[in-house]
């Protein structure tokens, strides 16, 4: 008698458990749309995190210059700021022996202009060569080492003038050869129109594309002169 009873309690028992599932499995495929967003959403911020610090090579500063002046724009403005103007927030005390101390932030505005600067100086040291960083390692001022990198890279009024000469004496004698190949033959002509640019002799675009079809190797010049008549006979 009393099983019957427990059958239709079980039966009840299934139903509500059926239902409670059918609920959870809703939730579930509810709950897991943000996540896939979210998930789409990842492959962008890796590729904001991936870009290079620009590495001061030789005889390349000005360039460099410029590319660091973007590249920490970019990352923060605020550690530009402090290499452009210093740290305004930084107080110095001079004590009975002469010696010049920092001392150590105290308000929320010290802490955030000295942690900028320490990033500033960390990037800095960072994007100059092995061979040069002994020379820089023992500076704490961030506008300092940038004014001391200038110095010791960028040249004087003569040695600029020199270098746009070179400049302009290796754009009149670019070519291209067959082993190097035409990507690395167009990169490296665009390097050199950006290291003229930054010396104060930019070539017209005109005189760029007439000089690097000049520097092609014969077989390539002479298959982009076909292609270009069939383009202009159809």
């Known amino acids: 008698m009393s099983q019957p009873a427990n059958d239709d309690y079980s039966q009840h028992l299934s139903d509500d458990e059926a239902s409670y599932h059918e609920d959870a499995s809703d939730n579930g495929t509810a709950t897991n749309k943000p996540k896939q967003q979210q998930q789409q959403l990842t492959p962008t911020t890796t590729t904001i995190s991936n870009i290079k610090l620009p590495i001061l090579k030789k005889e390349e500063y000005d360039i460099w210059a410029m590319e660091m002046e973007h590249y920490l724009e970019y990352i923060d403005n605020d550690v530009w700021k402090v290499i452009q103007n210093g740290n305004s927030k930084k107080r110095i005390s001079t004590g009975k022996d002469g010696v010049v101390r920092i001392l ?22 960072m994007a100059i060569p092995k061979e040069h960083l002994r020379r820089f390692h023992g500076m704490d001022d961030a506008k300092e080492i940038w004014e001391a990198i200038r110095t010791r890279f960028g040249g004087n009024a003569n040695s600029k003038k020199m270098q746009k000469a070179v400049l302009k004496q290796q754009f009149e004698a670019f070519s291209i050869s067959s082993s190097e190949g035409l990507e690395k033959g167009y990169d490296r002509f665009q390097q050199l129109l950006s290291q003229l640019e930054a010396h104060g002799a930019e070539v017209s675009t005109e005189d760029a594309n007439h000089k690097f079809l000049r520097s092609l190797p014969p077989a390539v010049f002479k298959s982009w002169s076909i292609t270009m008549k069939t383009k202009t006979i159809i």
Do not use: C, F, N
């Open 104 to 125: 150590p932030p105290v308000s929320a505005a010290e802490i955030h202009a000295v942690e900028k600067e320490r990033k500033a100086r960390t990037i800095l040291l």
